[in-house]
């Protein structure tokens, strides 16, 4: 069967500046807590060690065309911009980043920016992140400023990235700095963050851009275990903590009373002022990136929590391992092509159906070299899973769901937060010692797929 795509559909691939761009003056958190925790990260291998963007980003965007993209996501580096977040912009990254900005549009590359993909400058963490309200303004003005130095060339704009990943890997489960395990804080710094988005995008809307601007967000489906009503509301807790949490501000303009009614009875809502809620209603986005890995399955309790135990989200549900579910061992994540189109039908049905596209959807795998055939990767499972998860999205769209484009993770094999190169998701291989780029199989396909618009499939 043949699987076309809507004119115009834009199909690209995404990055992020501290993953693939290397040193900077402006410290993050990455780096700081690199400096002091080395074994947090594989192998020892911490965010200086890229593919190395800052110098090659010419070559890098000539590689980009030969994979036909017509659209790209990276994102700027607000501690290379502004190394003490708040203070004095670098002319030098001004530089940089209107060469990319520019090189991109003269190959005929969509530029998709985004403004905070994980990367806090240290300064602005010295002071409480985002559990300050201080860093939303110095956000906003960060805001600002790109959106004057590159509005006029830049025409899709994301406030943030994954704006829950902070929350919970800072916040609640360790795996981001700065470490913490409490609820009320992180419920704070996602409270804050829905502040600093709505900020954003109100800058925009005052400034009148030619663009448009919006939030990319991993939305992880919550599928309960059975019909059970007990299984069926810890469904709905996760989808209101994980997944509402931030697409209900973006795109109603508001939270879910229950969520709000569910945190209030624990005394775990964040301190509110009076006009956050006409803020955060002026945060109503115009494009939403989805990013889909994979989803959540989930039960009900079958223990009485400890009440002494720290306030979780797990208070409300446990994670449940469906037999005989499709798994990608490295990462440990779930393969289920079919959520990509409950994402989409539940925006559709729910939402209004909002502008929206795939901004990520991607498969890491560990020691890929063990499939080169003559010097290339050939890497046919992750073809399959690109194409099994289009086949879903062209389906989504045949029933009228909103969804523009196709974006991957990633273009070239990338560093990953605490992963490192443990899996690489890459169209593109990356030899770290010689920094070699050597195209995959996969970015073969996606590049004729891209190119007829479509692709065929038994
Ligand atoms: C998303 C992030 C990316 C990228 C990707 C792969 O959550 O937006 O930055 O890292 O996941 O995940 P990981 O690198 O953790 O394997």
Known sequence: MKYAFPDNFWWGSASSALQTEGAREGETTWDYWFAREPNRFHNGVGPQQTSTFYQQWKT?????KQLNHNSFRTSISWARLIPDGIGEVNPEAVDFYNQVIDELNEQGITPFITLFHFDMPMAMQEIGGWENRDVVDAYARYAQICFDLFGDRVLHWFTFNEPIVPVEGG??????????????????????????????????????YAGEIGIVLNLTPSYPRSQNPADVKA???????????FLD??????????????LKSYDQLPACKPDDGFLIAEGKIDLLGINYYQPRRVKCRDSAVNPQAPFMPEWFFDSYEM???KMNPYRGWEIYEPGIYDILV?????YGNPRCFISENGMGVENEQRFIENGQINDQYRIEFISEHLAWLHKGISEGCNC???HMWTFIDNWSWCNAYKNRYGFIQLDLKTQQRTIKKSGEWFAATALNNSFDRE
Do not use: W
Not at 60 to 64: E, G, K, R, T, V
Not at 189 to 196: F, P
Not at 346 to 350: A, E, I, K, T, V
């Open 404 to 406: 523009l484009g196709y």
């Open 60 to 64: 890098d965007i000539q590689l980009l």
């Open 249 to 262: 501000p973006v795109l109603r303009g508001e939270y879910p009373a229950d969520l709000v009614a569910l």
């Open 171 to 208: 916040y609640l489960y360790d795996f981001h700095y700065p470490n913490v395990v409490d609820f009320r804080r992180a419920a704070t710094v996602a409270y804050h963050t829905v502040l600093a988005h709505a900020k954003a995008v109100q800058a925009y809307r005052a400034g009148h």
């Open 323 to 325: 037999p005989g579910r």
């Open 235 to 245: 469904a709905h807790v996760a989808d209101l903590m994980f997944n509402r949490s």
């Open 346 to 350: 539940n925006l559709r049905d729910n």
